[in-house]
């Protein structure tokens, strides 16, 4: 099984500020990662797909990078409605697997 | 629009079976494959489940194999769970999920989901 590790556990961030958040897996991946955006109460939301494609409706500031066994999704500028937990995926090997999450939170 | 809707859940004791379903509209569900995700009370995502778009192959997540049988009806534009002998550690939101790949037999990304349906298995 594909392990993610996610990094950090828990950014905390002003808005305005940009957001770094970390994907690492135990193998390669080639592209196929995924970044999901979950906010309290609401299911998970598509963000980035294949490392560095924006889903559809997905804002500019949004940018996702990275190949191989490590990722990074980037919001340039924080918007208040970025605060959130962000999920990655993996789609290159069975079983598919999940990140634990990194929890953006305002500072 | 695409919807997804999930129903079924409810609070069973372990042993006890269930029956989810996801009933979708807005898109050709015979085309998409679908899969579960559940998500345990303050807990991260997992994967529970993917059937293709044609039924022809299912794939399971360790912890459910077995146990689990996703399932579709095509004519019916539903996705099933069928959970049996639930164990404690099966609680959680089950979210049926839209494959992002179209007539395709490999795992694409969950480009749309459901609200979920809370499963509660307790004594």
């Known amino acids: 099984e594909i392990v993610l590790t996610q990094s950090p556990a828990t950014l905390s961030l002003s808005p305005g500020e940009r957001a770094t958040l970390s994907c690492r897996a135990s193998q390669s991946l080639n592209i196929y990662l995924a970044w999901y955006q979950q906010k309290p109460g609401q299911a998970p939301r598509l963000l980035m797909y294949d490392a560095s494609n924006r889903a559809t409706g997905i804002p500019a500031r949004f940018s996702g990078s990275g190949s191989g066994a490590d990722f990074t999704l980037t919001i340039s500028s924080l918007e208040p409605e970025d605060f959130a937990v962000y999920y990655c995926h993996q789609r290159s090997a069975w079983p598919i697997t999940f990140g634990q999450g990194t929890r953006l939170e305002i500072k | 629009q695409v919807q997804l809707v999930e129903s079924g859940g409810g609070v069973v004791q372990p042993g006890r079976s269930l029956r989810l379903s996801c009933v979708v509209s807005?898109?050709?569900?015979?085309?998409?494959?679908m899969h579960w995700v559940r998500q345990a009370p303050g807990k991260g995502l997992e994967w529970v489940a993917v059937?293709?778009?044609?039924?022809?192959?299912?794939f399971y997540a360790d912890s459910v194999r077995g146990r689990f049988t996703i399932s579709r009806d095509n004519s019916k534009n539903t996705l099933y769970l069928h959970m049996n002998s639930l164990r404690v550690e099966d609680t959680a939101l089950y979210y049926c999920?839209?494959?992002?790949?179209?007539?395709?037999?490999?795992?694409?990304?969950?480009?749309?989901w459901g609200q979920g349906t809370l499963v509660t298995v307790s004594s």
């Open positions: 807005g898109f050709r569900f015979d085309t998409y494959g």
């Open positions: 059937i293709w778009y044609d039924r022809s192959r299912t």
């Open positions: 999920a839209r494959d992002s790949l179209m007539a395709t037999r490999r795992p694409g990304y969950f480009d749309n």
